[in-house]
């Protein structure tokens, strides 16, 4: 079956560091997002992105996360300056909308702990 | 945007079958329904779609009214492997195009010995 894969599964990082989350979604799809949940909480969506860029982002994804396609197969989520609240979990899923049913499929995610 | 509402959670024992019944009264005509699961500290994995009467994969099964004012995803014979958050979700819309899949938090299944 095919997947998306993220790495690192787990990256320790210092508050006001830069840290950059990599997927590599499933090949042929055209949707890519990233969402984030916090230990305990409900699955937030961050942001979506489809021919090259930004299609839609949420009230979360301010001036500190940006987003990149960098080459045909990765898709990566930046964050500039972190924070102790963007402990969480980093997921990662694309998808490939078409006429009928079509799934979103999720990476296994990084988990981001800020110190 | 249809209001989701589920249980918050359910508790079973191994070998019955659970229903959980989701609410999505507005949900608009071109719209998918869509159940996913989540296992602690992974990503939501896809069970199964449907638009209308019912769907049955390997996993579950998917029974939908009429009215698709509400949806029930029917797991048979759970096992404890099944305990999870289960979330149902609007969409995809059927014309395909730009949707993004939004999370509520779902109903969380523990399933007991």
């Known amino acids: 079956e095919p997947e998306v894969t993220q790495t690192p599964s787990h990256q320790v990082t210092q508050m006001g560091q830069e840290v950059i989350l990599r997927c590599v979604p499933i090949s042929n799809h055209l949707y890519f997002y990233w969402y984030r949940q916090i230990l305990g909480q409900k699955v937030e969506f961050l942001v979506s992105f489809y021919n090259n860029e930004i299609s839609e982002k949420s009230e979360i994804f301010d001036d500190q996360f940006s987003v990149e396609r960098p080459d045909g197969s990765n898709f990566t989520l930046k964050i500039r300056s972190t924070k102790l609240e963007d402990s969480a979990m980093y997921f990662c899923?694309?998808?490939?909308?078409?006429?009928?049913?079509?799934?979103?499929?999720f990476g296994q995610g990084t988990r981001l702990t800020v110190v | 945007l249809a209001k989701i509402t589920q249980p918050i959670s359910m508790d079973s024992y191994e070998g019955q079958e659970v229903n959980i019944t989701c609410s999505h009264n507005n949900i608009a005509t071109n719209d998918y329904i869509t159940w996913y699961q989540q296992f602690p500290s992974q990503g939501p994995r896809f069970i199964i779609q449907?638009?209308?009467t019912k769907v049955t994969n390997e996993v579950a099964s998917l029974f939908i009214p009429a009215d698709r004012k509400s949806s029930t995803l029917s797991l048979p014979r759970v096992s404890l492997s099944d305990t999870a958050v289960y979330y149902c979700?609007?969409?995809?819309?059927?014309?395909?195009?730009?949707?993004?899949?939004?999370f509520g938090r779902g109903t969380s299944l523990i399933v007991h010995p």
């Open positions: 979700l609007v969409g995809p819309p059927a014309s395909g195009g730009s949707y993004i899949p939004t």
């Open positions: 449907g638009y209308k």
């Open positions: 899923a694309s998808t490939s909308p078409r006429q009928g049913a079509s799934e979103a499929f």
